[in-house]
């Protein structure tokens, strides 16, 4: 029994098959290139036309930390996904609603149960949202994130809606890097 070559044809569509299959296995584990919509991590990301780069080996919140971007289904619409930052760990204790406006009528302090509301976060979660707090729902109206529900980091981003080279060596496209904005205002004083 002799084994005869494969046609062409049959060779190119077994190539195809596994650069497509590489090309899955890349973008569920490794990397995604993915775009956003909405208002609620401006000024961090465009409203529209910003592609932000994942890095997928953040899954399930492996290494993150407080004042990262993340991608994460959304916990009420799994079909969804949320670009939001990280602003509370397992086990913090956060404000609920700090973009709750105190106001005074009179000697009388209005919606001040909301503004004193705090809630640790249970582990294996996350307290997460928008940097347009004004325009964001996150854990203020889901609560805490199950870091089961994180796909990965967001580490740079582009916007299309800049020209492709304005000159600088490192605006290509709009690229820019997407920086961990957290303080911590404790190691500061020490």
Request: charged content about 20%.
């Given at each position: ?19 497509l ?18 208002e ?78 705090y ?12 940097d ?50 957290f ?8």
């Open positions: 029994m002799t084994v005869g070559t494969l046609p062409v044809w049959s060779r190119t569509f077994s190539y195809a098959i596994r650069s299959c590489l090309l899955h296995i890349i973008h569920m584990y490794v990397y995604e290139f993915t775009e956003t919509r909405g609620s991590m401006l000024p961090t990301l465009s409203a529209t036309n910003d592609y932000v780069h994942v890095l997928k080996n953040y899954q399930n919140g492996k290494g993150i930390k407080m004042g990262d971007c993340i991608v994460a289904l959304k916990p009420t619409d799994p079909n969804h996904r949320i670009c939001k930052r990280i602003t509370g760990m397992p086990g913090d204790l956060v404000l609920v609603d700090p973009s709750t406006v105190v106001s005074h009528v009179g000697d009388v302090l209005l919606d001040e149960e909301r503004f004193s509301t809630i640790k976060v249970p582990e294996g979660h996350v307290w997460v949202t928008g347009n707090l004004s325009h964001s729902l996150d854990s203020r109206t889901y609560n805490a994130l199950p870091m089961g529900l994180i796909m990965g980091k967001i580490v740079a981003a582009n916007n299309f809606d800049k020209p492709f080279w304005d000159g600088s060596r490192h605006s290509i496209w709009g690229f820019k890097w997407i920086k961990n904005t303080v911590d205002a404790s190691a500061e004083n020490n």
